[in-house]
């Protein structure tokens, strides 16, 4: 066991350490990768580690003679958790959800520090021993929070009602609702029951799961199935659809939504915000084919006005390809991605 | 003996009356089901054959006989929407919500009253059963107040629909005039029964006549439950009408028009939801009462009520998620793009603001847990453990409310690459988010086991094996869980879909199995101490009223979406609402609203715990006779 927990503590200062060094910026955030496909639940086993190694260190720290008071411990844990969200965690992460988190985590050390009698008696001593003011050093402690609390309070109210010249927040939403049909070029597609008439099996009916099968792989190869290259000119029926779909992309979308899908084209950084991730799971993955074959067609002018401000500015794809073409690229959208489009089934 | 019989013959013939009062309203509707107004002259139209029209359900998809007139068409002005100088919206919202607030309330506390009025008839400890019955005669007092207000508010809600809306609602009860006779008969059949339930307390305290009382609430616990369902037929019909042609005309089948395809999700939704908020009120009850104690007798009993009460609430909070869950997927179902509307689109952000209430419920339940583990000797083992829970919680807690699309600054969408971000954005989606919720339930069934052994060492010859069998089985769930969540972005979304089955599965046989093993295992355990009533912390009580805050907030934020659904429609896609005031009110604005409904009702129900309070009746001295800090332990704990 005590191996166990000095193995744990080992842990906790190498993982305070690195921290810190991320905070000074003399490390990176990137020095420990955040890989692609498991970045989700790297960062909760991250966190994870760093309670097995926080709870090894006060083990150790306690055996020593040298225990951290409760109070420090909850500080001390939430202050690591909102630097670790600031400083490790890449792309930045928005305030807003930094917020949401500091306020959860707030909370859980509550729920911690308050949890059995004997902890929150514990917790609130060092509180009640400044409010009490004994001593000296706690009456000057006193003074000193007399001065400093409204100077802080007022200090965050000054920042937070001084004019500013940033734009402001905008409660965007990144899945319109879309009409129950929609109309492109005169005739009329139910969104709910329409199909992709290019994803079809040998036989020429359509199949979802024989397209599923022929699909790249999903993950960070996104390799191509065997036997399954739309780019070979023997291929007939769905990878022939999916090259043309592709041929199409190439030459109308991927300028702004990138040759890998991702968003990131030539002019996408043109635009804020950049355009849609495909490969994002949040994206096509979660839903129907005929919702993108209407969001292609119609465009960012088509999106329905309850929901403004969509600020979009892909154009309405009616105007310059067939039915036909916008099927095929939805078709080669969804094999690229190795997603499967969604169905109600 | 001739007295007994008499009295037996007495109540039988109550309970006849009963019956004879929840099957009147039916008998007297039936007529207008069968020959209504209509109905003759669909077979007029019938006879004369060409002047027969028939229309297409616009759900069920059957041809039917046009027998209802279509749905207004109506326009901006006093004739269809006359008004005072303020949104008629919002007044309607008010009185829809305090109506709301106070029938989930008056629903739920007799289904309480049922099931601790039942625990009394069987618990063979006479003074437990005193007590018992005492604690479901406070609940049906506290009800029966509030039920004259819920009658008060739903003439005012009645009056409001017909003097602001007039013709929305005409049209409305055009269609649903059987089925509104029926909810209205049967509203009066329910007041003669909760009634004689309440005055005929003392009279039927013992032998057969307490069965017959007993029953008398099954009744009266059915009745309610009927009303409720006729009341969700309405809402089911405005979000996803059935029974109509295209015009909004009805089709003489009331049953499609009952029988909508989000009926059923609503109506299971409700009854959960009721249950859960009226357990949470009545623990704030017993949180302020304790609060408010002056002695440790009341102390313990209002202590012991409040334990009774959430836990009451937090047994039907369990499965309320699973119930919402399904509730969005027929929603989906029935049109894509309402079910988009909702959870990935205009409404959202209140999604967002709903998981955020949920996991407030969560952890004010596990939080009341820990604290009660403080008032049983021998707890103290599990309390060391419970910053783990913690952790578990709060990451939990973290991938729940986690948003898909990120409030950010333009300068912080730049700085962030895109819209989603790479790691939290996968939190946003179904997948993590059943695996947020499901851990948070998991870890609550898990505290509930902890306190349920807490003051308790399990004498049975395995316990060693039972013991690691419990952790091992709570280990593999979240296991399972988390495992199932990852794996979901890499199937499609359908089966995707399908793997909340396994995930809930999951949380579920925690839950059922693990607690049937506590008790087998902790049968005939050896005590370390009594649950010691009463003295548990302020800040427990605090949790409480939390828990009741919160369900009242997402009650009224959840009753909000699910009318906004229907964006500028009275009716779905049927009759289009041309008021000024058919645009989507701001996040901001609803919040404010939601919070003004839920502090009106708090400070009116109040009033009605004050009213209960000036004819309280004391508990009987025999009940409250006994060992100090050997108050009645509580049913889910033993």
Not at chain 2, 242 to 271: C, F, K, M, S
Not at chain 2, 305 to 315: E, N
Not at chain 2, 395 to 405: D, K, L, S
Request: hydrophobic share 50%; glycine share 10%; net charge positive.
């Amino acid at each position: 066991m005590k191996a166990l927990m000095s193995l744990g503590a080992l842990i906790g200062v190498a993982g305070l350490l690195l921290l810190g060094g991320m905070v000074l910026d003399v490390v990176p955030s990137t020095y420990i990768r955040l890989v692609e496909g498991y970045m989700p639940i790297q960062m909760l086993l991250e966190v994870a580690c760093y309670v097995i190694g926080f709870t090894g260190l006060s083990y150790t720290l306690n055996a020593m003679g040298m225990a951290i008071p409760r109070f420090w411990q909850g500080i001390g844990f939430w202050v690591f958790f909102l630097l670790y969200l600031k400083y490790r965690m890449y792309p930045p992460i928005p305030f807003s959800v930094r917020a949401m988190y500091g306020t959860v985590s707030l909370v859980a050390v509550f729920m911690w520090v308050s949890a059995s009698e004997e902890d929150w008696q514990k917790f609130k001593q060092p509180i009640m021993n400044v409010l009490d003011a004994q001593t000296g050093g706690n009456r000057l402690l006193r003074y000193l929070y007399l001065v400093l609390l409204p100077i802080l309070i007022g200090g965050f109210s000054f920042n937070a009602m001084m004019p500013k010249s940033e734009e402001p927040i905008e409660l965007r939403t990144v899945h319109p609702a879309p009409p129950a049909s929609t109309k492109v070029h005169g005739k009329t597609y139910t969104l709910q029951t329409s199909q992709n008439p290019y994803r079809v099996n040998p036989e020429g009916k359509y199949d979802q799961e024989f397209s599923n099968a022929n699909i790249v792989e999903q993950g960070m190869g996104r390799l191509m199935k065997p036997n399954a290259n739309p780019w070979d000119d023997k291929n007939q029926g769905y990878l022939k659809y999916v090259r043309e779909g592709g041929e199409i992309f190439y030459q109308n979308c991927h300028f702004c939504h990138g040759d890998n899908l991702n968003g990131r084209g030539l002019h996408a950084f043109a635009f804020n915000p950049i355009p849609a991730n495909f490969t994002d799971p949040g994206t096509i993955a979660q839903l129907q084919e005929t919702f993108i074959f209407w969001r292609v067609s119609k465009g960012g002018i088509g999106l329905p006005n309850e929901g403004f401000p969509w600020a979009s500015v892909m154009p309405p794809w009616e105007q310059h390809l067939t039915v036909d073409e916008i099927w095929k690229v939805v078709l080669f959208e969804y094999w690229h991605t190795g997603y499967y489009p969604r169905t109600w089934d | 003996m001739g007295l007994l019989a008499g009295k037996r013959v007495l109540s039988i013939m109550a309970l006849c009356m009963m019956v004879g009062l929840l099957l009147l309203p039916i008998v007297v509707a039936l007529p207008s089901l069968a020959i209504g107004e209509e109905a003759p002259a669909g077979d007029t139209a019938k006879k004369d054959g060409d002047k027969v029209e028939k229309g297409r359900d616009v759900y069920y998809k059957t041809e039917g006989i046009v027998v209802g007139a279509p749905a207004p068409k109506t326009v901006d002005g006093p004739r269809d929407y006359p008004r005072y100088n303020f949104e008629s919206r919002v007044l309607l919202w008010f009185a829809n919500q305090q109506h709301l607030y106070y029938g989930s309330f008056v629903l739920a506390v007799p289904i309480f009253c049922m099931i601790i009025e039942f625990m009394g008839v069987v618990t063979k400890d006479k003074a437990l059963a005193k007590r018992y019955d005492q604690l479901a005669y406070d609940f049906i007092k506290i009800s029966l107040t509030a039920y004259s207000l819920t009658a008060i508010l739903g003439g005012i809600l009645i009056f409001t629909f017909l003097t602001l809306y007039p013709a929305f609602f005409s049209y409305l009860s055009g269609i649903f005039r059987p089925v509104m006779h029926i909810y209205a008969l049967m509203f009066v059949a329910e007041s003669g029964t909760l009634y004689i339930y309440y005055y005929g307390w003392d009279k039927m305290k013992e032998g057969f006549l307490k069965w017959i009382h007993l029953s008398m609430s099954v009744i009266l616990n059915i009745i309610g439950t009927l009303l409720m369902f006729l009341a969700n037929s309405w809402i089911g019909f405005m979000m996803s009408p059935a029974g109509v042609d295209e015009q909004g005309r009805y089709l003489g089948n009331i049953w499609h028009v009952i029988h909508t395809a989000l009926w059923n999700p609503l109506n299971l939704h409700r009854i959960l939801g009721n249950m859960a908020f009226g357990g949470g009120v009545v623990a704030a009850y017993a949180a302020y009462k304790f609060l408010a104690s002056k002695t440790d007798e009341d102390r313990a009993h209002y202590d012991w009520m409040g334990y009774i009460a959430m836990a009451l609430g937090v047994a039907f909070l369990i499965p309320l998620p699973f119930a919402g869950y399904w509730l969005m997927r027929e929603v989906y179902a029935y049109r894509q793009q309402m079910g988009i509307t909702l959870m990935g689109g205009l409404l959202a952000w209140l999604f967002i603001i709903q998981a955020t209430m949920i996991g407030i419920l969560f952890l004010s339940t596990n939080y009341y847990l820990w604290q009660a583990m403080g008032r049983m000797r021998g707890a103290e083992k599990y309390q060391r453990y419970i910053k783990y829970l913690v952790f578990i919680l709060a990451c939990g807690y973290m991938v729940f409310i986690t948003p898909h699309t990120m409030v950010m600054t333009p300068a912080e969408l730049k700085a962030m690459g895109g819209q989603q971000h790479p790691v939290l954005g996968n939190y946003g989606v179904m997948s993590a988010k059943n695996g947020g919720i499901n851990v948070i339930i998991t870890t609550t069934v898990l505290s509930f086991v902890w306190y349920m052994r807490g003051n308790k060492v399990s004498t049975v010859s395995w316990a060693k094996f039972g013991n690691i069998f419990m952790g091992i089985f709570f280990a593999c769930a979240y296991f399972n869980i988390i495992f199932l969540a990852v794996y979901g972005y890499y199937i499609p979304a359908n089966v995707r879909v399908g793997l909340s089955v396994p995930q809930v599965a999951t949380t579920l046989s925690c839950l059922f199995f693990m607690f049937a093993l506590n008790s087998v295992m902790m049968k005939g355990a050896k005590q370390l101490g009594p649950i010691e009533w009463g003295k548990i912390s302020a800040r427990s009580q605090y949790a409480l009223i939390m828990l009741a805050t919160a369900f009242t907030w997402m009650m009224g934020l959840m009753g909000y979406i699910r009318s906004s659904v229907r964006l500028f429609w009275h009716v779905n896609e049927i009759m289009r609402d041309n008021s000024p005031w058919a645009y989507t009110h701001t996040v901001g604005f609803a919040a404010n609203m939601i919070s003004f409904n839920v502090l009106f009702f708090w400070i009116t129900i109040l009033f009605v715990f004050w009213l209960g309070s000036l004819g309280a009746k004391k508990v009987p001295v025999e009940s409250k006779a006994g060992i100090p800090g050997s108050i009645p332990q509580p049913i889910a704990s033993h």
